[in-house]
């Protein structure tokens, strides 16, 4: 039986549909002429995860994404749907969250559980938000950005003010204010030359002086060696029979001293004591008086009487009244 052109082409059309759809189902993670394993996850927010994607146990893959629906009309949860490709067994308080890289789709990632207890096909994992590396660069980033942004305001904001302010007399102004500038490094730049400038000069004496000090090192030297010798020598002397010497003349003193302040000596007694100070007073007194009375009536003394006549008048009591010295000149 010959096969018509029309027949050949339809064979091959639905051939090419077949595997189409064969194909295009295997690269979504659904394999049709084999039964898969389904366990089912529920997110609050599954972000960026899509059909085919991975699903992992310790970094291995061991299943991808099959499907994603929603709870309810209100969007209040998404259930996924994994395909496990892998026969493993999952602790029963595993915990499943999604995860992202920086560069790359997201994935679920399954954390396993100690229990002894494993899942079975139907059942549904325990989840847990996490947010992913990007959404954290992106909380990082955003508060930087809002700054950034503030400041290229700030910034062209300043920049209009400037340029507000620079009208044609602040342009002159601005102008003069290089001009003083280009001045005043010129200056510096002649204050700094190496042959005229103030401070190659100023230099210059220095290293003069240091070269007369270094010329008149020796003298310098032998000044201070002459110093040294004579500190020695000072250090030498014999001040120590000096000093002692100077002790004993001071303990002496204070001995004399101490000797005039007692009253068992004789200036002690005439200082401290005031008896003798009046005994002595009265002694003076009585010597005054009788050489008074001496000088006054002397032939009581001297009992010589040419006509016989004697002196009947009393010794006088006290000192006589005196306006110059007696036997002197009145």
Same mark, same amino acid.
């Given at each position: 039986?010959?096969?018509?052109?029309?027949?050949?082409?339809?064979?091959?059309?639905?051939?090419? &549909?077949?595997?189409?759809?064969?194909?295009?189902?295997?690269?979504?993670?659904?394999?049709?002429?084999?039964?898969?394993?389904?366990?089912?996850?529920?997110?609050?927010?599954?972000?960026?995860?899509?059909? #085919?994607?991975?699903?992992?146990?310790?970094?291995?893959? /061991?299943?991808?994404?099959?499907?994603?629906?929603?709870?309810?009309?209100?969007?209040?949860?998404? /259930?996924?749907?994994?395909?496990?490709?892998?026969?493993?067994?999952?602790?029963?308080?595993?915990?499943?969250?999604?995860?992202?890289?920086?560069?790359?789709?997201?994935?679920?990632?399954?954390?396993?559980?100690?229990?002894?207890?494993?899942?079975?096909?139907?059942?549904?994992?325990?989840?847990?938000?996490?947010?992913?590396?990007?959404?954290?660069?992106?909380?990082?980033?955003?508060?930087?950005?809002?700054?950034?942004?503030?400041?290229?305001?700030?910034?062209?904001?300043?920049?209009?003010?400037?340029?507000?302010?620079?009208?044609?007399?602040?342009?002159?102004?601005?102008?003069?204010?290089? %001009?003083?500038?280009?001045? %005043?490094?010129?200056?510096?730049?002649?204050?700094?030359?190496?042959?005229?400038?103030?401070?190659?000069?100023?230099?210059?004496?220095?290293?003069?002086?240091?070269?007369?000090?270094?010329?008149?090192?020796?003298?310098?030297?032998?000044?201070?060696?002459?110093?040294?010798?004579? #500190?020695?020598?000072?250090?030498?002397?014999?001040?120590?029979?000096?000093?002692?010497?100077?002790?004993?003349?001071?303990?002496? &003193?204070?001995?004399?001293?101490?000797?005039?302040?007692?009253?068992?000596?004789?200036?002690?007694?005439?200082?401290?004591?005031?008896?003798?100070?009046?005994?002595?007073?009265?002694?003076?007194?009585?010597?005054?008086? &009788?050489?008074?009375?001496?000088?006054?009536?002397?032939?009581?003394?001297?009992?010589?009487?040419?006509?016989?006549?004697?002196?009947? #008048?009393?010794?006088?009591?006290?000192?006589?009244?005196?306006?110059?010295?007696?036997?002197?000149?009145?």
């Amino acid at each position: 039986m010959k096969i018509n052109n029309e027949t050949k082409v339809g064979i091959l059309t639905i051939v090419a &549909l077949t595997i189409l759809i064969l194909g295009f189902n295997f690269l979504k993670g659904k394999n049709l002429f084999d039964k898969s394993k389904k366990i089912y996850a529920v997110f609050q927010d599954m972000g960026s995860l899509e059909k #085919s994607n991975e699903v992992k146990i310790n970094g291995l893959p /061991i299943g991808s994404v099959f499907d994603k629906r929603e709870i309810d009309k209100d969007v209040s949860a998404i /259930i996924i749907t994994i395909n496990l490709t892998r026969d493993i067994n999952i602790p029963d308080n595993s915990v499943a969250y999604i995860g992202s890289g920086l560069v790359g789709a997201s994935f679920i990632i399954i954390e396993k559980g100690d229990s002894k207890t494993f899942l079975k096909l139907g059942d549904t994992l325990k989840t847990r938000e996490v947010k992913g590396i990007m959404s954290e660069v992106t909380a990082q980033i955003n508060p930087t950005l809002v700054k950034v942004r503030t400041v290229l305001d700030s910034l062209t904001q300043t920049i209009m003010g400037v340029n507000g302010l620079l009208n044609s007399d602040a342009k002159d102004n601005l102008r003069q204010t290089f %001009a003083n500038l280009n001045r %005043a490094s010129s200056a510096l730049n002649g204050l700094l030359d190496n042959q005229t400038g103030a401070l190659a000069k100023t230099l210059n004496n220095a290293e003069t002086i240091t070269e007369d000090f270094k010329k008149n090192s020796a003298n310098i030297s032998s000044t201070i060696s002459n110093a040294k010798l004579a #500190s020695e020598k000072l250090a030498a002397l014999e001040l120590k029979p000096t000093i002692d010497s100077l002790n004993a003349m001071i303990r002496q &003193l204070k001995s004399a001293v101490a000797k005039i302040a007692s009253k068992d000596g004789t200036l002690g007694a005439l200082i401290n004591d005031k008896t003798l100070y009046n005994k002595l007073n009265d002694a003076i007194l009585s010597a005054e008086i &009788l050489m008074d009375d001496l000088r006054t009536n002397p032939k009581r003394y001297v009992n010589l009487s040419i006509f016989g006549r004697k002196d009947k #008048s009393g010794p006088i009591t006290s000192p006589a009244i005196k306006d110059s010295i007696p036997g002197g000149e009145k």
